[in-house]
């Protein structure tokens, strides 16, 4: 009966749990990079309900490694386009690459040679709908 009463004596609720002191050590371990893709996909959608940006690249910020490639597809029969730009705040087309996607399902392939940043937008959507491409070093 002694036995017993010692265990339910701990499990009261009053009784504070034992403390106990913790160490840690924080050692520096060398950092492995991440492996950048060489293929990204990215998504042309339109969404109703969203009123400030009822179409989008989804994702609309990737990376890929120089030689690499993204391939946009649009996944609704809104007309699209991927327009390259120099600036992602002014939205004009640079020339370095177009792309028109008007049908469910279609799709545009660009391979990035040289390693940088690409913006790009939708024309018919520019107000809202624009992306990044960065192209890194393997």
Not at 48 to 69: I, K, L, M, Q, W
Not at 98 to 117: C, M, N, P, S, Y
Not at 121 to 130: G, I, L, R, S, T
């Amino acid at each position: 009966m002694l036995v017993l009463a010692g265990l339910t004596g701990g499990c009261s609720p009053g009784a504070p749990p034992a403390a106990t002191p913790e160490q840690t050590t924080t050692a520096s371990q060398p950092t492995t990079p991440q492996p950048v893709a060489r293929q990204v996909e990215v998504r042309l959608t339109c969404a109703t309900g969203d009123d400030e940006a009822p179409c989008a690249f989804r994702p609309d910020d990737v990376s890929v490694s120089v030689g690499g490639v993204v391939r946009w597809v649009n996944d609704d029969a809104t007309f699209h386009t991927v327009t390259s730009t120099a600036s992602p705040q002014v939205r004009r087309p640079s020339g370095r690459f177009h792309g028109v996607l008007d049908r469910t399902g279609e799709t545009f392939t660009v391979r990035f040679a040289e390693e940088g940043t690409y913006a790009y937008y939708c024309q018919p959507h520019a107000e809202f709908m624009a992306g990044i491409v960065r192209v890194v070093p393997e």
